[in-house]
């Protein structure tokens, strides 16, 4: 399923780091539903890109 154009606008807005408030839609309609949609997602990917990873096993500051 292709989304509308809306969500992959919204999904670039996000990666150059525009705010949220910069919708060009009304954020209740069908395609600022969709914009915000693609920004979020966007967000969520690049939160899960950047979250340390777990440190390994037998190596945090309490073991022998």
């Known amino acids: 399923m292709a989304h509308p154009m809306a969500y992959y606008n919204g999904r670039a807005a996000r990666r150059q ?3 949220k408030l910069a919708c060009p839609f009304t954020p209740v ?3 600022g539903s969709w914009w ?3 920004w979020n997602d966007m967000d ?3 939160e899960t890109q950047t979250r340390a990873a777990p440190p390994a096993p037998d190596t945090g500051p309490i073991a022998a």
């Open 44 to 46: 969520i990917e690049l």
């Open 36 to 38: 915000l949609a693609g």
């Open 17 to 19: 780091n525009t705010s």
């Open 29 to 31: 309609t069908y395609l």
